[in-house]
């Protein structure tokens, strides 16, 4: 590997920006494509199933062969909210590789003998999301039900590119919460990508199923997209 190219791949992950590097298995010729730009790259389709699925892998083109070797940076997911269903949904999604971050301004449930072993922030989310960061490799999850902090999270989120943002509450609280954030300037587009009621309709109940069901639509959305 040239050290430019090791260069690339260095500030990539440093700054948290998914890349891939593609070496020609006929020539040994190498070159890092950035996930914003693999639509016009030549190999489009495999480089988009690479980096959605995490996947590398030799792939064949009219041009010859090539191994495209994903980086993806890790997957995160905030969790705003330290009720129970949190603790339902933290074990699931360590295991199936996010790093979970728990935010709640009320320390009574922020607690490090509820949520042993977690990054705990106790603070509003608006204080503390800018300094965690939200990119396309993050998921957002609001459980609180209390809208002073709930939509605070949610407005910072669909100001960013995360690829998943979802909150609790029922069909009529989910209406009371798009009216107010149409009252802070976000169009019905823009709202649709809140998932809520969050989580597939599974049919649900309690909070470990509800926490099953809120994981594999993260999951889809991560691998198959949002749904049109």
């Given at each position: ?99 979970v971050t728990v935010i709640d301004p009320r320390g009574a449930f ?35 039900h209390d809208p002073k902090i709930d939509d605070p999270a949610l ?74």
């Amino acid at each position: 590997m040239k050290r430019e190219t090791l260069d690339q791949l260095l500030n990539a992950q440093a700054e948290r920006h998914a890349v891939a590097l593609v070496t020609s298995l006929d020539d040994g010729g190498e070159r890092v494509v950035a996930f914003e730009n693999a639509a016009s790259d030549l190999l489009a389709d495999d480089l988009e199933h690479a980096f959605r699925y995490d996947k590398s892998g030799v792939v064949t083109a009219e041009e010859g062969q090539f191994f495209i070797n994903v980086y993806n940076p890790p997957l995160k997911m905030i969790i705003v909210g330290a009720v129970h269903i949190a603790q339902a949904l933290i074990p699931i999604a360590s295991a199936t590789g996010f790093d979970v971050t728990v935010i709640d301004p009320r320390g009574a449930f922020a607690s490090v003998e509820r949520f042993p072993g977690v990054t705990l922030h106790a603070e509003w989310p608006d204080e503390t999301i800018p300094q965690i960061g939200l990119d396309a490799r993050t998921a957002m999850v609001a459980l609180t039900h209390d809208p002073k902090i709930d939509d605070p999270a949610l407005t910072l989120a669909l100001r960013s590119d995360v690829f998943y943002i979802g909150a609790l509450g029922s069909r009529r609280t989910h209406a009371s919460r798009v009216e107010r954030l149409a009252a802070h300037g976000f169009n019905s587009g823009e709202m649709d990508r809140i998932c809520g009621p969050i989580g597939l309709d599974i049919g649900a109940r309690g909070q470990a199923e509800i926490a099953i069901s809120i994981m594999a639509e993260v999951i889809s959305h991560l691998r198959k997209g949002a749904p049109s």
